[in-house]
């Protein structure tokens, strides 16, 4: 383990493969809480009704059967499951995960098994929870998209995220998200080969994040998530290496909480599509917030790694707020910032 400051995950060096769940030191981490009499906690983004806001990142909770180990994952509005491509993908080398003061970066690659696996292997157990599923898929081309996008809604996925922001790959990805007219004809493939909603990830990567966002939406999305992570390095003093074996990577984790309120008021104010708020939520309060900022709904990603707790914390954190400012329905939060 390099010597540099970790102040935030907690057992960082065990995240250095695929990011499994730590299972908690204490029996008891988490009691469920009951839910509340006369809230509404269930939102619908773009057609699709979950029972709460909360969704879970892709990238930051696997397939969840790691974390179906430890609690009912069923508590969650939905799984968004780890990047899907055409075929399976081993990821970049490692190190790929380094620390960062309150938060992480990393560089994983979309290490996948592939979109025919997941179909055969992991979406008929998914499909016994009651949880919404959200498969977030990448590609090297607009094809590329076009034909997962196609296999996924027949298998019977609730809904597709158009990832065009991941910044740990070299074709595809990123390049997409970073132009307008690249972003909005991958969105119109996906579009054409899709019976479910689609909705488009951003990146943050870019000086306006709502040219890209109103791209996609003149394309068809039928909503957006943002914001992916932001590009990042660390290097390391005594070896003068980069901590990173590809160099630089994606930050995430409370550290980008704020640039993600932001971006996500500022693409709610610009197009009339819904929006999944991501990026450093760690708790309800934060979840309110984003939902305040102009989101339907709310992932909780990094977050998984230091606490596996968190989105189902969230949950139950969130309710108590609403509960406490006195509203009937969580949504009524969503966007409902006061500006000055
Ligand atoms: C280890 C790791 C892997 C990720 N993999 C993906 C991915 O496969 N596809 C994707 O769209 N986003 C991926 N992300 C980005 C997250 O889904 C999320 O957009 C980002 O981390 C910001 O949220 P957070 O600060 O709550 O983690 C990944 C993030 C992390 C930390």
Redesign the pocket.
Known sequence: MPEYNRTWLPQAEQFAGQ?PAKQPETDAPWTPAQPIDGLDMSVTLAGMTMKNPIVV????FGFGREYGKLYDISRLGGICV??LTPARREGNPAPR?AETPMG?L?S?G?QNPGVDAFIEHELPRLKDIDIRIIA?I?GNTPEDYGVMCEKLSAAGVDMI?V?I??PNVKAGGLAYGTRPELAAEVTEEAKKHSTVPVMV?LSPNVTDITEIARAVEGAGADAISL???IRGMRIDLKTRRPILKMNTG?L??PA?FPVAVRMVWEVANAVKVPVLG????SNGRDAAEMMLAGATAV?????CFADPYAPVKTVDELAKIAAEQGLSHVSQLTGAVRPW
């Open positions: 990011c990142a892709s990238g930051t780890k990047g995960i992480m990393n994983v979309l977030n990448s995220e990832n922001s991941c990830k914001i992916n992570t994606g995430s984790g980008v991501m990026g450093g939520v992932s909780v990603g990094a977050a």
